[in-house]
C-alpha cells in the first residue's frame, strides 16, 4: 500500500520559517518524481515545487529564492524548506509522488497546513 505523510505545517508568523516533510513508503522512492503543490481556499491547486529522481529542481514564481526542495533516498523522504513566509502562503500543502518510469502512477498525500498570521 502506497502511503506519504506530510508532516511539518502549522502557524507562523509572517517573516518566519516551515520545513516541511513527506514520508513516502510502497514505493521504490528513489524513482519518483517528487513534487510539492498547494490548495488556499477558494483557489485551485498550484504547483509549489518538484525535484526528480535526477536532482532537477522546478519552482513556482513566488517560491523561488524563498523555498528549497530536498529529498532524502535514504529515508524516503522529501522535505520543502520554506522561509520569509506571507500571508498569501497559507494553504494547505500536498505531497505528490509520480513515477518516472510510468507516469500514470501517482499518489498524493493527505495534506498539511500552513497558516500565515501574526
Known amino acids: 500500500q502506497v502511503q506519504l505523510v506530510e508532516s511539518g505545517g502549522g502557524l507562523v508568523q509572517p517573516g518566519g520559517s516551515l520545513r516541511l516533510s513527506c514520508a513516502a513508503s510502497?514505493?521504490?522512492?528513489?524513482?519518483?518524481?517528487i513534487g510539492w503543490y498547494r490548495q488556499a481556499p477558494g483557489k485551485q491547486r498550484e504547483l509549489v515545487a518538484v525535484?526528480?529522481?535526477?536532482?532537477?529542481?522546478n519552482y513556482a514564481d513566488f517560491g523561488s529564492g524563498r523555498f528549497t526542495i530536498s529529498r532524502d533516498n535514504a529515508k524516503n523522504t522529501v522535505y520543502l524548506q520554506m522561509n520569509s513566509l506571507n500571508a498569501e502562503d497559507t494553504a494547505v500543502y500536498y505531497c505528490?509522488?509520480?513515477?518516472?518510469?510510468?507516469?500514470?502512477?501517482?499518489?498524493w498525500g493527505q495534506g498539511t497546513q500552513v497558516t500565515v498570521s501574526s
Open positions: 510502497g514505493i521504490i522512492f528513489s524513482i519518483y518524481k
Open positions: 505528490n509522488a509520480r513515477n518516472e518510469r510510468k507516469p500514470t502512477l501517482a499518489y
Open positions: 525535484l526528480t529522481s535526477g536532482g532537477g529542481t
